[in-house]
């Protein structure tokens, strides 16, 4: 099982992974990043998506989501 999928995403932000026992307390794009790719979304459709909805261009939009991408690997939770 992909660990994206093992994951848990709460009402508050709060992201956990039960096989390590680790929370982290995310902000809103994050959630809605993290949401996106339980979905099995691709890195291009969540900045497309996202640029719709905020309105904020796609290359500043690829540098934060590639950043947070980054960070989630970086703690093991991303493949």
């Known amino acids: 099982m992909n ?5 848990v995403l ?4 709060i992201l956990f992974y039960p096989m390590m026992g680790n929370s982290y307390q995310l902000n809103n794009l994050g959630n809605e990043i993290v949401t996106s790719l ?3 979304k691709t890195k291009d459709e969540i900045i497309e998506a ?3 909805k905020y ?3 796609k290359s500043e939009l690829f540098i934060d989501v590639s950043d947070f991408l980054s960070k989630l690997k ?3 939770l991303l493949s």
């Not at 660990?3 to 994951?7: E, G, K, P, R, S």
């Not at 709460?10 to 932000?13: C, H, K, Y």
């Open 10 to 13: 709460d009402e508050n932000n």
């Open 55 to 57: 309105e904020v261009s």
């Open 74 to 76: 970086i703690y093991g």
């Open 38 to 40: 339980k979905q099995h």
């Open 3 to 7: 660990t994206i999928d093992q994951l």
């Open 50 to 52: 996202l640029a719709v």
